[in-house]
């Protein structure tokens, strides 16, 4: 198992956090997504690596932007 941290700007509520965990749980080898709102950090657990940029397209798919990775 494989966690990767990410920093998301742009989210300010609840709904922009479930639109993240979406689009992010999508990605093909995504097992689990967590988002914190409040430090914008979202945690991606997967079976093993996953592509950082198809990560970055699922954020940015949700109206938000990685800017950190």
Known sequence: ???TTYTV????CGHC???VKEEVGEVAGVTGVE???ATG???VDSE????AAAIA??????GYEVVDR
């Not at 397209?57 to 949700?62: F, G, L, W």
């Open 41 to 43: 950090l979202v945690t």
């Open 9 to 12: 700007t742009g989210m300010t």
């Open 57 to 62: 397209a699922a954020v940015e798919e949700a």
């Open 17 to 19: 956090v479930s639109s």
């Open 48 to 51: 093993g690596p996953v592509d």
């Open 35 to 37: 988002v914190d709102l």
């Open 1 to 3: 198992m494989t966690a």
